[in-house]
């Protein structure tokens, strides 16, 4: 491991209540579990429970185990309610679940918790102080010895973000007990009838200096550059019309049909698809307008030589036109098949939604160029499915 990692082992130790917020592809994974070993070698803990995403506990904390033949027993806790409750009979040192399931866990267990030690990873999850999933981590807190947080991301919309994971953490020592206090305490009202909120000038600095005992950072090391292509398509004038007709007036009609938007929010979207080359319309199907897109990216996929490409998409829409154009195309599986098969080398072209694929995966193995056929508005999830080709490990 690098130094950085064991600094990282030795931190999560040291802190019964600590947080890797480490840069995607830092080796946040093999850190902790290093440290899970340390803590059950000298038993300073008995069970473990992590959580995350479906495909994650499928796939990467599994491979890690496996990678680097840690002698860690684990359970995945899915399937049925009456398959899960079985599951959580085997005694192994790790049982992982997803945050889906998380509410339902802490219901079952709520009167024998039997993880005296938890890991939260993509820990933005639990950003919403009033999410079911946040309260249900709270509630489990008094039988909880040990907490780790982990996240490339931990405040994707802000500072606001951080206030309910540190809560977890230190149960307001910090940053305040109630979310409201810290609201008033770091950020000013702005906007119509003052419902924004804007962080005080010292905000970002007096919140890091109160964090930093139990939080450590870490940028990203190491690594290769990432280059980025544009690659600007130009709309024929005939769409360009329909395009700023929409845009405009909120309203076109493709082939008889309506294409309405009824908000700003809405209109936004209907262009991004109308971008991407297909509508949805007023029966709840979607009309096909051109293939611009489709061509361009063929042309990304031949000037790759054979190389595999990673594509990320936006909407259904899009996704059935990618594998009716590229019948080599895969999708990603909830279990992870595909990713062991892309890491291989065995999947040219795979297509993502960054929503679901943006974090914790390892798809650095199998190649090096991802391809953003529809761009999301989504910063954390852009940024997180970047990373999931540029971590350690990528050597192209």
């Not at 544009?230 to 008889?256: A, V, W």
């Not at 054979?306 to 594998?323: H, I, M, T, W």
Request: hydrophobic letters at 40%; a positive charge; glycine letters at 8%.
């Amino acid at each position: 491991m690098h130094s950085y990692q064991n600094d990282g082992v030795d931190s999560i130790i040291n802190n019964p209540k600590s947080a890797l917020f480490w840069q995607m592809g830092q080796g946040k994974t093999l850190t902790t579990l290093t440290a899970i070993k340390d803590l059950l070698d000298c038993l300073e803990v008995r069970k473990v429970l992590i959580v995350s995403t479906v495909r994650v506990i499928n796939s990467a904390w599994p491979d890690e185990i496996k990678k680097w033949e840690l002698p860690l027993t684990y359970t995945i806790i899915q399937g049925t309610p009456g398959k899960r409750c079985e599951l959580l009979e085997e005694k192994t040192d790790i049982h992982l679940i997803n945050y889906e399931n998380l509410v339902w866990l802490q219901a079952t267990l709520a009167k024998k918790w039997p993880y005296d030690m938890v890991v939260l990873d993509e820990s933005s999850r639990i950003k919403n102080p009033s999410a079911q999933r946040t309260r249900a981590i709270r509630k489990s807190l008094p039988h909880i010895n040990r907490l780790v947080l982990l996240s490339g991301t931990p405040a994707p919309n802000g500072l606001l973000d951080l206030w309910s994971q540190v809560y977890l953490m230190d149960r307001g020592l910090r940053l305040g007990t109630t979310y409201t206090g810290y609201k008033g305490k770091y950020f000013d009202k702005t906007g119509y009838m003052g419902y924004g909120l804007k962080p005080k000038a010292s905000a970002q600095t007096e919140i890091e200096k109160k964090i930093g005992d139990i939080c450590s950072s870490l940028k990203a090391v190491n690594l290769p550059d990432i280059i980025h292509s544009d690659i600007k398509i130009k709309m024929p004038d005939i769409f360009r019309h329909q395009y700023d007709k929409l845009e405009k007036e909120m309203i076109i009609f493709l082939g008889g049909l309506g294409v309405e938007a009824f908000n700003a929010a809405a209109v936004t979207n209907k262009c991004l698809q109308f971008c991407n080359g297909a509508v949805y319309t007023e029966d709840g199907e979607y009309a096909e307008i051109h293939k611009l897109k489709l061509e361009a990216l063929e042309s990304v996929i031949e000037e790759a030589s054979g190389a595999p490409v990673l594509v990320a998409y936006n909407f259904k829409s899009d996704l059935e036109r990618l594998q009716k154009h590229f019948k080599q195309g895969e999708v990603l599986d909830k279990k992870g098949e595909i990713i062991k098969k892309w890491n291989a080398g065995e999947v040219p072209l795979l297509f993502i939604h960054p929503a679901s694929a943006g974090h914790g995966l390892n798809l650095q193995f199998g190649g090096n160029i991802i391809a953003w056929f529809g761009l999301t508005w989504n910063l954390e999830n852009y940024e997180q499915a970047i990373a999931r080709l540029h971590r350690q490990g990528q050597k192209q």
